[in-house]
């Protein structure tokens, strides 16, 4: 019998159930040590990219800011490591184009020690200053999204916010760094949980977890508060429990409808692994310096959960988890459904990276036999969000772009991938989705 037989147990409808390969879940989270290079985009959040605060040649230290926010949908960055500022550049980028970058070469008798900080009393902070600190810490959100946190939490004062919801669903395969996290830091997590709860006024904040993960759920309760202000909440396994709107039906059993915020129902979400980071940078007056990513797959030979310096090329990253150097590979950054494969081992870990997956020569082989569509509507039956990807792909191969936007809702599509698992053609339906997404943005704009 499961040991928490009172909680609900609503869900979303339709979704998917792949492996979970969670096998890194039961090791403590280690500490990867710093590169001889760091590469750090001035653009590792959705908004304008930073401004650099300094120069090549000049000397930093860990935690100081290297670079400044450029108006509210922006955040800083900050030194990973004490070095010296080598050069400011185009470096390759996860997503392909080359961007503006930092190139920190760190010093070898660099330490863990955050040499900058500003520590302070957060119990006395109004909403207004917790946003402040929230922004000058770099905060994102660090599950993929990369939108700053102190504009996720901004909610303007047309809106009452009644509920904080927690996402600790981490339903993406192979992915653990928040099951971690939660077991590691409950009590960051409910300093994290409570600052947001005051910075948007919710009067009551529920934390939701899958039920794979019920080590997570006792942690978290050993650290509730007895006021009933926290609660944790077991949700079923299935994917993408963790999307907003899905974790919103799931919990609250409220719609939010098309094209709507959350916050248009009085509901704010945020990631569990960004609130425990937030917990522990805030007090201590800390910027993010580093994030905890899983890395894992088929091709690696230390998988695990490791806090790594954010800027780490990804190259360091395989080498110190024994990737094997050689053979045809695949490497994903996020995880096999909503993450993105990457081409070069000179990309460095971002604030938004989650995971590295390295898959072997016979898994891509596998993923690359595309056969046609045989209309049999598993996709359609997947999709949590009603649309009809099988119509959609079709579209897409006709560059019928405007006609996926306009009858087909691809707008409504969040690239959860439900759709590319379940089908039996292999057909890369949600690559599909992106690009007509950045086609139809790009005639946008
Ligand atoms: S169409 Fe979009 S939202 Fe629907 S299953 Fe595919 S990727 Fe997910
Ligand atoms: S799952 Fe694949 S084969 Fe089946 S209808 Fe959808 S696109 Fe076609």
């Known amino acids: 019998m499961s040991l928490f037989p009172f909680f609900r147990r609503k869900t979303f409808s339709r979704g998917v159930h792949p492996d979970a390969n969670k096998r890194t879940a039961g090791s403590p989270i280690r500490r990867m040590p710093f590169a001889s290079r760091m590469i750090l985009p001035l653009a590792q959040h959705i908004g304008k990219p930073a401004v650099p605060l300094v120069r090549a040649g000049e000397e930093v230290v860990r935690g100081q800011p290297i670079a400044r926010a450029d108006g509210f949908l922006s955040v800083p960055l900050h030194a990973p490591a004490d070095g010296v500022i080598e050069a400011i550049e185009l470096k390759p980028s996860a997503r392909g184009p080359w961007v503006e970058s930092l190139v920190l070469r760190v010093y070898e008798a660099s330490t863990q020690e955050v040499r900058w900080a500003n520590p302070c009393d957060v119990e006395s902070l109004s909403p207004k200053e917790i946003l402040q600190a929230i922004q000058d810490s770099g905060m994102v959100g660090l599950g993929g999204a990369t939108f700053p946190s102190h504009a996720k939490l901004s909610v303007p004062a047309e809106h009452k916010i009644h509920t904080l919801i927690v996402n600790g669903c981490e339903c993406e395969p192979y992915l653990t760094c928040d099951h971690r996290l939660m077991l590691e830091h409950p009590a960051d997590l409910m300093v994290g949980v409570r600052l947001a709860m005051r910075a948007i006024g919710a009067e009551r904040a529920i934390i939701g977890v899958e039920d794979n993960k019920l080590d997570a759920v006792a942690a978290i309760r050993e650290c509730l508060p007895a006021d009933s202000s926290i609660t944790v909440q077991v949700v079923p396994t299935k994917y993408p ?50 994030r905890v990513v899983t890395v894992t797959g088929p091709g690696i030979k230390k998988p695990g959960d490791y806090w790594v310096p954010i800027g780490t090329p990804m190259r360091t990253v395989l080498e110190w988890a024994g990737a094997a150097d050689s053979g045809e590979r695949e490497i994903i950054l996020g995880g096999p459904m909503m993450g993105q494969a990457v081409a070069s081992l000179e990309v460095p870990v971002t604030k938004g990276v989650p995971g590295i997956l390295v898959f072997d020569q016979l898994q891509i082989e596998a993923a690359r036999q595309v056969w046609p569509c045989i209309k049999c509507g598993e996709c359609v039956n997947a999709c949590p969000m009603g649309l009809n990807p099988s119509m959609l792909g079709m579209l897409a191969v006709q560059r019928e772009y405007e006609e996926m936007g306009t009858h087909y809702h691809l707008g409504d599509c969040f690239e959860c991938g439900c759709c590319t698992y379940v089908c039996p053609s292999h057909i890369p339906l949600v690559q599909q989705f992106r690009v007509a997404k950045g086609v139809l943005r790009g005639k946008a704009a």
Not at 242 to 252: N, P, R, T
């Open 241 to 290: 429990q963790g999307a907003e709107k899905m974790l919103i039906k799931s919990l609250l059993d409220l719609e939010v409808p098309p094209g709507k915020l959350p916050m248009q129902v009085g509901v704010v979400v945020n990631n569990i692994g960004t609130l425990a980071q937030l917990g522990q940078l805030l007090p201590a007056g800390q910027g993010l310096t580093e």
